[in-house]
């Protein structure tokens, strides 16, 4: 049974940092896209950032240059450091692998139905 389980999450003051990590069992995803999305009260789920098989990454504007996400496929892990984080961050964030399918998934990473399994989340809340 495939799992992915986050952690690392809580509370901190803008301006600070955390580091999420989501850890996969179940199957390794060596040779699949991963992501992490968020969910924050009263809105949908958005896209925040997602790493290539290959190490390719690509960012949502409003975290770009704040945000890296990493992986360690050995671990079968895909991390999220958060830096300088904004009230406006605050979230739900989830972890997500993308679906096989070539080039048709990796052109719409950034959609929630790319994607097929899902870890339960995190939260991250930031005070101002």
């Known amino acids: 049974q495939v799992q992915l389980v986050e952690s690392g999450g809580g509370l901190v003051q803008a301006g600070n940092s955390l580091r999420l990590s989501c850890a996969a069992s179940?199957?390794?995803?060596?040779?699949?896209?991963m992501a992490w999305f968020r969910q924050a009260p009263g809105k949908e789920r958005e896209f925040v950032a997602s790493?290539?098989?290959?190490?390719?990454?690509y960012y949502v504007d409003s975290v770009k240059g704040r945000f890296t996400i990493s992986r360690d496929n050995a671990k079968n892990t895909v991390d999220l450091q958060m830096n300088s984080l904004k009230p406006e961050d605050t979230a739900v964030y989830y972890c997500?692998?993308?679906?096989?399918?070539?080039?048709?998934?990796?052109?719409?990473?950034?959609?929630?139905?790319?994607?097929?399994?899902w870890g339960q989340g995190t939260q991250v809340t930031v005070s101002s």
């Open positions: 179940g199957r390794t995803f060596s040779s699949r896209d």
């Open positions: 997500a692998v993308l679906r096989e399918g070539g080039s048709y998934y990796f052109t719409r990473r950034t959609e929630e139905a790319s994607y097929d399994y």
């Open positions: 790493i290539a098989w290959i190490g390719l990454t």
